[in-house]
């Protein structure tokens, strides 16, 4: 009777342990807009899983693969320029209490920059931080100039094949400042309050959960969904 009070139970976990994954596997199709959360749903219904490769043993090799992804420094020579605002235009001006509410939702799993300061020391720290980055934004803004030491990145190379052939097979992955990830979406926010209440429904930019590939998948289907129209009056 004990091992068939256990079978029993096992066999209710299990059952709604499947209806708690499909239900979870459902959500993930429910927004047609986020194609992240719908290449997570694929993956999960293909069982799709990435295979981690073999680091390279050679020491020298990351000097080479660094030498590579910097070449377009070398043969810039192109001297930098700005516009700078005229008295009559308005310069966006960043509150403290947006400043807060942006670092309060760093995401704790994110990459750290070349500072290496850890997303929970912003999300923790956003009172105390918020004054001081306030004051920089602003700077900033105002000045039209971003500072140098603020745009630096670290380049992370991840494989778009299997098996590597060239240099090309690598994906560079920048790693910017999280400092300057809550920059660009305090502004990106502003520009997006900016915009008309009604867009255009091909309008990709500054829309929250779109992509390129979204861009891409559009397009594809307006001009095969085209090219079958023509077909179909061809043949009538």
């Not at 709604?16 to 959360?37: M, P």
């Not at 400092?179 to 502004?187: G, P, Q, S, T, Y």
Request: one cysteine or more; glycine letters at 2%.
């Amino acid at each position: 009777m004990a091992l068939k009070t256990a079978r029993a139970k096992l066999s209710q976990a299990i059952k709604e342990a499947k209806s708690t994954h499909t239900q979870r596997i459902h959500g993930l199709f429910q927004d047609s807009g986020d194609s992240w959360h719908m290449w997570q749903g694929i993956q999960a219904i293909t069982n799709y899983k990435t295979t981690s490769p073999v680091c390279d043993s050679d020491a020298s090799f990351q000097y080479v693969l660094n030498d590579f992804y910097a070449w377009f420094e070398v043969q810039n020579n192109v001297a930098v320029w700005k516009i700078i605002p005229t008295s009559n235009d308005q310069v966006l001006c960043l509150s403290m209490a947006d400043v807060t509410r942006t670092l309060c939702r760093v995401n704790p799993w994110m990459s750290a920059g070349p500072d290496n300061i850890p997303d929970r020391v912003f999300r923790e720290w956003a009172e105390q931080l918020a004054d001081v980055f306030t004051d920089i934004f602003n700077i900033s803004l105002s000045s039209a100039v971003v500072p140098t030491c603020l745009k630096t990145t670290t380049i992370v190379p991840m494989l778009k094949k299997s098996t590597v052939s060239c240099f090309n097979d690598y994906r560079p992955v920048s790693l910017t400042l999280i400092m300057m990830k809550c920059f660009k979406r305090l502004v990106m926010r502003h520009i997006k309050s900016q915009l008309p209440p009604s867009l255009d429904p091909l309008q990709f930019a500054y829309c929250p959960n779109h992509s390129t590939d979204d861009t891409i998948t559009t397009t594809l289907h307006l001009a095969i969904t085209h090219q079958g129209h023509i077909r179909m009056n061809a043949v009538h």
